[in-house]
């Protein structure tokens, strides 16, 4: 929550969230997410191309406060080209 917060109040012009808990997943958008998307819902590619989506293309900045292999994979799948 407070990367969401820190990246909002830097001048992030959009910004997706991933969480496992629905709860978080609302909290961090009344906090300043556009949007937070559960990351079990669909394969990783599935939701790697909502996030794109959500934030009109590729991130500019990842930032992942969880660093197990899944989030990892997630990171590097969002920063992949092509």
Do not use: H, K, W, Y
């Not at 997706?16 to 556009?34: E, F, K, Q, W």
């Amino acid at each position: 929550m407070l990367t969401v917060l820190a990246a909002r109040s830097s001048g992030a012009a959009a910004i997706a969230t991933t969480d496992l808990i629905a709860a978080n997943r609302r909290r961090s958008v009344a906090m300043g997410a556009d949007q937070a998307v559960d990351p079990l819902d669909g394969t990783m590619e599935e939701i790697a191309d909502r996030i794109r989506n959500i934030l009109g293309g590729r991130p500019d900045v990842i930032f992942d406060c969880v660093a197990v292999q899944q989030t990892m994979d997630l990171a590097v799948e969002l920063a992949q080209r092509g």
